[in-house]
């Protein structure tokens, strides 16, 4: 059974930095593109960023280019989601996410669609404030 389990999520004043890591089992991460959701209180989740499996690509969100940076060590089966400059609007609980495939050539306009993703995390919740 895959499984993906969330950490690093907490309070943290506007300006600051976290980093959330996503442990996975189950499934050798190397072989699969893994994204990064989140959602806010009677928001729908919303894609933030996604790890290609098969050449290295990295997608963004409009909202968090430039602040926030995926990466994963698959030795480890861990996926990681370095967040800088933090601001109140990117509150919400973050969920990693596994997409098993197929994996179309555009897939770069596909990235944020929800439903292309098998299994999922239980969320970590992150908190940006005063």
């Known amino acids: 059974q895959e499984q993906l389990v969330e950490s690093g999520g907490g309070l943290v004043q506007p300006g600051g930095s976290l980093q959330l890591s996503c442990v996975v089992s189950g499934f050798t991460l190397s072989f699969y593109a893994v994204g990064w959701f989140r959602q806010a209180p009677g928001k729908e989740r919303e894609g933030v960023s996604c790890s290609s499996s098969t050449d290295g690509s990295t997608y963004y969100a409009d909202s968090v280019k430039g602040r926030f940076t995926i990466s994963r060590d698959n030795a480890k089966n861990t996926v990681y989601l370095q967040m800088n400059n933090l601001k109140p609007e990117d509150t919400a609980v973050y969920y990693c996410?596994?997409?098993?495939?197929?994996?179309?050539?555009?897939?770069?306009?596909?990235?944020?669609?929800?439903?292309?993703?098998?299994?999922w995390g239980q969320g970590t919740q992150v908190t940006v404030s005063s």
């Open positions: 996410a596994v997409d098993f495939g197929p994996y179309p050539p555009d897939y770069h306009n596909y990235w944020a669609d929800r439903g292309l993703y098998d299994s």
